[in-house]
């Protein structure tokens, strides 16, 4: 089985710092792996995913995130924070390739990013 | 488009009541996802379908759960009856198939508050 482990139920930046949230996540077959938003009491909107080819990915908003398979770790990042990008973000796992299962999304527990002025 | 609607966005209810939760998905997804959301527990995945099909059930929590689609373009969670344990955010997404993978798009929520 997959699953997803977040490390930091909160993170807390300030406005113009880097922003690093964690993400690790165990599959037994190359995962596909998402980085969802969620903006206070709205529902998650997909930052960007990893499917196949390049490692890094780039998504909305200057979030970008990197496959490690070695590490099986797919780590978010922003250069600079903005008081804007103050949410919960969650990552999730997809098991493809096994009977179709490709539809399901584990996610973790989530990481609040607070962004102080 | 105008994404996934859900209905209501709040529901207040006592203990013993039934509650039924709506969706509309995006026009043309074939998956329809149902998920509910705690503090306690975070996002579990309850029940998904595929071309209004029931395909996986297994995180439904327990009877007092159900779920429907009756065509493409509707779907229902009921609760009957009611517990203050129920009380979370409940969330509808939904899916088309992109080059293997299904993305989905979530819907705004229902908050649910049993009293």
């Known amino acids: 089985a997959q699953s997803v482990t977040q490390l930091g139920s909160h993170v807390s930046v300030s406005e113009g710092a880097l922003v690093l949230l964690r993400c690790n996540y165990s599959?037994?077959?190359?995962?596909?792996l998402f980085w969802y938003v969620q903006y206070p009491n709205q529902g998650l909107q997909l930052l960007l995913k990893?499917?196949?080819?390049?490692?890094l990915v780039k998504g909305i908003n200057g979030f970008e995130a990197e496959f490690k398979k070695s590490e099986t770790s797919f780590h978010l990042t922003k250069p600079s924070a903005h008081m804007s990008d103050a949410a919960e973000y969650f990552c999730?796992?997809?098991?493809?390739?096994?009977?179709?299962?490709?539809?399901?999304?584990?996610f973790g527990k989530g990481t609040l990013l607070t962004v102080n002025p | 488009d105008a994404g996934v609607i859900q209905s209501p966005r709040h529901e207040v209810t006592e203990m013993g009541q039934e509650v039924t939760l709506r969706c509309k998905p995006i026009?043309?997804?074939?998956?329809l996802f149902w998920y509910r959301q705690t503090m306690m527990r975070g996002l579990e995945l309850l029940i998904y379908?595929?071309?209004?099909?029931?395909?996986?059930d297994s995180g439904m929590p327990e009877d007092r759960f159900s779920a429907k689609m009756p065509n493409a373009s509707f779907s229902t969670l009921k609760i009957q009856p009611s517990e203050p344990r129920d009380s979370a955010v409940y969330f509808c997404?939904?899916?088309?198939?992109?080059?293997?993978?299904?993305?989905?798009?979530f819907g705004p929520g229902t908050r649910l508050t049993v009293l």
């Open positions: 997404a939904s899916s088309l198939r992109d080059r293997g993978f299904y993305e989905q798009f």
């Open positions: 599959s037994s077959v190359p995962p596909y």
């Open positions: 990893y499917t196949t080819g390049a490692t």
């Open positions: 999730a796992v997809s098991d493809h390739g096994r009977g179709g299962s490709n539809y399901k999304l584990t």
């Open positions: 026009s043309g997804h074939d998956y």
């Open positions: 379908f595929n071309n209004n099909v029931p395909i996986d």
